[in-house]
């Protein structure tokens, strides 16, 4: 069965390093998303991506944060300058279109920033 | 815009008892419904989803949910718990059109 994958599976890095995530969306797939979830809290969406611009964005994501498609397989989510506060799992997802069908998500990456 | 909330923030049951967790959106149009498990340190993965159509809709592992358009509800229930569902369920909507947003989740703890 076609899954989301994400690597690595765990990332620590030093409070204003930069440091990118990538994801392999599923390969039919249309729209692709970041989410985090910051231990113990729940899922916030971060920025939908298609037609290789951005979709959408929260207010989480400023100007520290960028995505990219850089070839025709991967997705990338680069944190500039990481903070404390970046600690969190952060989740890919893709679907076939936007609204009407369901996402499918990554195993995630723990972003450990110290 | 399309918010969705869940109340029930920890839910402790025996095994074989039954569950409903309860999830409300808010009003907005065209509504998109989804539930989602996480189990303990891995993915989201989806339980089951509501477009349009029949209210009561089905998914994996025995839940159901059901869409109750006059109370802006659609709570999961499953009739016999396992140990196995012990798990966090995030209930999450379309609030626009490439914009999944997920409500706080229901910790779901189950006594063998």
């Known amino acids: 069965e076609p899954e989301v994958t994400q690597t690595p599976s765990h990332q620590v890095t030093q409070m204003g390093q930069e440091v990118i995530l990538r994801c392999v969306p599923i390969s039919n797939h249309l729209y692709f998303y970041w989410y985090r979830q910051i231990l113990g809290q729940k899922v916030e969406f971060l920025v939908s991506f298609y037609n290789n611009e951005i979709s959408e964005k929260s207010e989480i994501f400023d100007d520290q944060f960028s995505v990219e498609r850089p070839d025709g397989s991967n997705f990338t989510l680069k944190i500039r300058s990481t903070k404390l506060e970046d600690s969190a799992m952060y989740f890919c997802?893709?679907?076939?279109?936007?609204?009407?069908?369901?996402?499918?998500f990554g195993q995630g990456t723990r972003l450990t920033v110290v | 815009a399309q918010s969705v909330s869940q109340h029930n923030h920890h839910v402790i049951l025996s095994e074989a008892a039954s569950l409903e967790l309860g999830c409300n959106y808010s009003?907005?149009?065209?509504?998109?419904l989804f539930w989602y498990v996480q189990y303990p340190g891995q993915h989201l993965q989806l339980l089951l989803k509501?477009?349009?159509?029949?209210?009561l809709v089905k998914g994996i592992k025995g839940f159901e949910a059901e869409f109750i358009k006059s109370k802006f509800s659609f709570n999961l229930r499953k009739p016999s718990v396992q140990w196995s569902d012990t798990a966090e369920y995030f209930c999450a909507v379309y609030s626009s059109a490439s914009k999944i947003i997920f409500g706080s989740g229901t910790r779901l703890s189950i006594r063998p």
């Open positions: 009003y907005g149009g065209t509504v998109n």
């Open positions: 509501y477009f349009s159509g029949d209210p």
């Open positions: 997802a893709s679907s076939v279109q936007g609204r009407y069908t369901e996402a499918f």
